[in-house]
């Protein structure tokens, strides 16, 4: 088997919550602005002067100080999120934008405004529709957010200047794209694992510093000779926030390659091109609203189920697991339908919870061999 392209640079930008780029990024001049949900659009965060960062508390110890205010059995990402805070891990930070997603979110967004007192605090009100009138109604929460980010940063948050930072975000999107085309291969020459390594790292990391080494990994990839990654089934990934790669890891270690993914930090429909025609706000609004399919958008089960089989047909998967963090009330209540609705479909399927950092290796490597079994692989 050929050695996978090195992805050094892209793991050294997910041992921080905020990376040295971005510390870069802000000796420059610009302005770093923490998100906690992929219903906040990137493209807006990223006129000239600011950029978004992808919130994540890697290496987390505990959450003693997060537990006080926000409770052991709310969802462990939040109380991540807060611990780091407490502890001035994102201080360097700017701003921070939320999106009234879930209630855990918002708890975080009320105690980071309460404990911490970030000088731009801002909390987009998201519709549990998709429908034209909410759109419309997600349209005007992100103007009033991007004439709250001109006056406070001092940008230019204009149409033209939204426009062009949506284009250079569908730059960024095309390469991750074409990246993710080659785990379509019978052996992809890069690992699920390698793959999330170099998705977070451009989340977290300001995207004109990035795109250039994400061409270089797209080259050395494109440059792998054939066969690629050996396995002994392939696996479709779904469910809830997962930002750390050695998940994917754990899983693969026992032969289930990730050769696709469905969730908020992931590829599918992550990556899909926001449209550059119209009124670029709109664009925005529509593109975020519709596209995301959290499982907030109760109404949209039967479309997510859609999504998820034709992406498992897609990328030949012979099973799929659906993981989901504990305390989370979205999945919570979506798990076991959407278990239930992918088995109606012919589709193997393992469904695991899990903590937002990494526990109980041991299990979920015995969890996963014991899928793979059962499917005969």
């Not at 994400?214 to 997962?242: E, F, N």
């Not at 899909?272 to 670029?280: A, K, T």
């Not at 593109?287 to 907030?296: A, G, I, Q």
Request: aromatic share 6%; net charge negative.
């Amino acid at each position: 088997m050929t050695p996978a392209p090195d992805i050094t640079f892209f793991q050294d930008l997910l041992t921080e919550p905020v990376n040295r780029l971005a510390e870069d990024a802000r000796a420059q001049g610009r302005r770093a602005v923490g998100v906690t949900c992929s219903y906040a659009p990137a493209p807006l965060l990223s006129v000239r002067g600011l950029f978004p960062v992808r919130m994540r508390a890697p290496g987390g110890a505990g959450t003693p100080m997060a537990d006080t205010y926000l409770s052991s059995v709310l969802c462990p990402y939040t109380r991540n999120i807060l611990e780091i805070a407490l502890d001035g891990l994102c201080d360097s930070l700017d701003g921070w934008v939320f999106t009234g997603s879930c209630d855990h979110l918002r708890r975080l967004y009320d105690n980071l405004e309460y404990l911490t007192k970030p000088a731009f605090n801002h909390i987009l009100d998201l519709p549990h529709k998709t429908s034209p009138a909410a759109v419309e109604w997600f349209a005007r929460e992100l103007r009033e957010l991007a004439e709250a980010l001109g006056a406070h940063f001092d940008v230019d948050t204009g149409d033209d200047a939204v426009r062009a930072a949506v284009a250079r975000h569908n730059e960024l999107l095309e390469v991750m794209r074409a990246i993710g085309e080659m785990r379509k291969k019978d052996k992809p020459p890069v690992s699920g694992t390698d793959f999330h390594t170099v998705l977070l790292a451009a989340a977290v990391s300001p995207q004109d510093m990035v795109l250039n080494q994400l061409r270089k990994y797209l080259a050395a990839l494109q440059a792998t000779p054939d066969p690629g990654i050996s396995h002994r089934a392939r696996v479709l990934l779904v469910g809830s926030q997962m930002d750390d790669p050695e998940y994917v890891r754990v899983i693969e270690s026992q032969g289930a390659l990730v050769v696709a993914d469905r969730f908020c930090t992931g590829s599918l429909p992550g990556l899909d091109p926001v449209p550059e025609q119209g009124d670029p706000i709109h664009a925005l609004a529509e593109h975020y609203l519709r596209k995301t399919s959290c499982p907030r958008m109760m109404e949209e089960f039967d479309a997510r189920v859609r999504d998820i089989v034709g992406a498992a047909r897609e990328y030949a998967v012979h099973g799929v697991i659906v993981q989901a963090m504990k305390f989370c009330d979205c999945w919570g209540v979506e798990a076991a339908p959407l278990t239930r609705a992918l088995r109606d479909a012919g589709l193997p399927v393992l469904r695991l919870e899990r903590e937002y950092a990494l526990t109980g290796e041991g299990q979920l490597r015995t969890r996963v061999q014991a899928f793979l079994e059962s499917m005969g692989q």
